[in-house]
């Protein structure tokens, strides 16, 4: 199955302790994205990686840190984690130079408490 | 920056008529890739519509939009809605490079029957 993959789907931890998060696509893309949609559902990028370089780094706080093994693979860490960051993190994919067209995962939903 | 604006938050309308979801932009960008993404309920969004040329009609599953760039606009419409349209649409620019994706703040559509 070719598709965008994220695990855990559900997390839930409290405040101060470090999460990551993993996205896995198998469409052969060679770009991956980090994106944010909180509780108003407001959808906001905050990182692109493009073969496993870093080309896009939104105002985004120094806690998080995302990282890629190769293109295929984007992980994302939140040291310290604060209620701020309770939201469903969602991982995309895409083929630059293609039609910019970007393939969603399902999402992981953090809750801090 | 781009700014990408959704003025409804809510829109409803009866099964069988039609619909039409506005949206606007501000870029600076000259080549530009606009989309429409549609969220089912606990499902990851997904592209409804893509265009980068200017006054030409596009379409999928009944839906369809044109980019004006003369109005700023890239709004999407309908003729006859169905219950199953129910969903979150945003609307979204590309940058020229396809490394970010500017989303606006999504329209919840609801169709009653």
């Known amino acids: 199955e070719t598709a965008v993959f994220q695990t855990p789907n559900y997390h839930v931890t409290q405040v101060g302790n470090e999460v990551s998060f993993n996205c896995k696509q198998t469409l052969g893309h060679d770009t991956m994205y980090w994106y944010k949609q909180d509780s108003k559902k407001l959808l906001k990028i905050m990182f692109s990686?493009?073969?496993?370089?870093?080309?896009v780094n939104e105002t985004v706080p120094r806690r998080f840190s995302p990282q890629s093994s190769d293109k295929a693979h984007l992980n994302l860490r939140i040291k310290s984690v604060e209620p701020e960051d309770s939201a469903v993190y969602l991982c995309a994919s895409s083929s630059t130079g293609g039609d910019y067209e970007q393939y969603f995962g399902p999402g992981t939903r953090l809750t801090v408490l | 920056g781009d700014s990408v604006t959704q003025t409804e938050g809510l829109v409803t309308v009866t099964e069988g008529l039609p619909v039409k979801l506005n949206c606007t932009y501000q870029?600076?960008?000259?080549?530009?890739?606009f989309f429409w993404y549609v969220q089912y309920l606990n499902e990851a969004p997904q592209v409804l519509l893509r265009s980068s040329t200017d006054n030409k009609r596009t379409e999928h599953q009944g839906f369809h939009a044109t980019l004006h760039k003369s109005s700023s606009s890239f709004h999407l419409q309908k003729s006859s809605a169905q219950l199953s349209d129910s969903a979150l649409y945003y609307c979204?620019?590309?940058?020229?490079?396809?490394?970010?994706?500017?989303f606006g703040t999504g329209t919840s559509l609801l169709v009653d029957p």
């Open positions: 979204a620019l590309s940058d020229p490079g396809g490394y970010k994706l500017t």
């Open positions: 870029t600076t960008y000259l080549t530009i890739a």
């Open positions: 990686y493009n073969n496993k370089q870093l080309i």
